[in-house]
């Protein structure tokens, strides 16, 4: 057997407590230690006499005493979706805001994008809205509006110039994604879509935690046709199995290019093994849709507009309102409900 680096540590644990904040110990724990982070840390009789007794004693124990706060911002929030991707590069966040702009088209729907990509946050640029500031008053941190039931919340509105590179550990992470969801106004919203980094990490894990009371209606996954992106999707879906995060469905994007000037059809990232439809099937979740490739959705996304608007009658739009109307069927919605009467 190879040998492996680290102990493994309990899924349960990791999942219910993703980022322990193990008190600073001045000497190693002593044999009979009840553990640092236990609630009798400190306290024990195990614990008289050691060098760590102090820190351990005031150390904070029990539940996140600001999971009921998250719980009461986000009170008017009728459904959260998570949108998540095994591997980068498949257009998770692009899908994510062509989400937010099939909801947002009809104008009974309010929407908001909450933007966990703290290293990398692209939202802000493909709504638009890349050089906005968020707005701070005594009720909180108001979210930037995108159009009138459109709004969005990421940490590209904090930096003060646009390429400056977020070099941040996980707890750092764990703590503006946790400001987010408990400082930001979020108000009335029909639909709060949280768009994740590529894998299953700190803030996936922050995200599941914080939103565990409050809950999360599901998980839409992302993926490319191609047997490495598929790969990197059945973990996706491993985790959200094990975290409890209902999959609401597996969509596949850029599953063919039709070439605007020949209409030949390519298949670019072809599906060795049968892509995200056949990955759904084996899986036993359901299969939202594809999405084919259109450069006018890059373009749109780099003008930072909607491409509902703008290409209404296009492939890929009406397959995404397949998408759309997918996701609304999961969440118990009628489509027309989601999207305006054609
Ligand atoms: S004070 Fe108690 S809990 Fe803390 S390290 Fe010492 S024995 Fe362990």
């Known amino acids: 057997m190879a040998p492996s680096l680290v102990e493994p540590e309990s899924v349960d644990d990791v999942l219910r407590n993703p980022l322990k904040q193990k008190p600073q110990l001045v000497a190693p724990e002593p044999e009979h230690c ?66 937010a702009h099939a909801f947002a088209t009809n104008p009974d729907n309010n929407v908001g994008i909450m933007d966990t990509d703290i290293c990398g946050p692209s939202i802000p640029k493909m709504m638009g809205v890349e050089s906005e500031t968020i707005h701070v008053s005594g009720s909180g941190w108001s979210p930037v509006w995108v159009m009138d039931n459109l709004g969005v919340m990421s940490i590209q509105f904090m930096l003060p110039n646009r390429d400056d590179a977020i070099i941040w550990r996980g707890p750092k992470k764990n703590g503006l994604i946790k400001q987010f969801l408990k400082d930001v106004e979020w108000g009335e919203l029909d639909f709060l879509l949280v768009d994740t980094p590529p894998g299953t990490s700190d803030e ?16 839409v996954v992302v993926t490319t046709p191609q047997e490495v992106a598929l790969l990197d999707v059945r973990k996706e879906i491993d985790f959200c199995n094990k975290a409890g995060i209902r999959v609401l469905g597996l ?87 989601v999207l ?3």
Do not use: W
Not at 274 to 284: I, S, Y
């Open 251 to 337: 969509a596949e994007n850029m599953s063919s290019f039709r070439c605007p000037k020949c209409t030949h059809q390519s298949t670019i990232f072809k599906p060795t093994t049968g892509g995200g439809k056949a990955l759904a099937e084996e899986m036993g979740i359901p299969f939202l849709g594809s999405v084919p490739l259109d450069p006018r959705i890059r373009m749109a996304c780099d003008y930072g507009e909607s491409f509902f608007d703008s290409f209404p009658d296009s492939p890929a739009c009406l397959a995404f309102k397949e998408v759309v109307k997918g996701v609304a069927n999961q969440l118990g919605l009628d489509a027309s409900s």
């Open 204 to 219: 996936h894990l922050s995200v599941n935690s914080f939103l565990k009371e409050s809950g999360i209606d599901g998980a």
């Open 340 to 342: 305006p009467q054609e």
């Open 34 to 99: 009840p553990g640092p982070e236990s609630q009798q840390a400190g306290k024990a009789d195990s614990c008289a006499g050691c060098p760590n007794q102090a820190i351990c004693a005031s150390a904070p124990k029990g539940p996140d005493p600001d999971i009921p706060l998250i719980s009461a911002r986000l009170e008017g929030v009728k459904h959260k979706i998570l949108v998540l991707s095994g591997k980068g590069g498949v257009g998770k966040s692009t899908f994510t805001s062509l989400l």
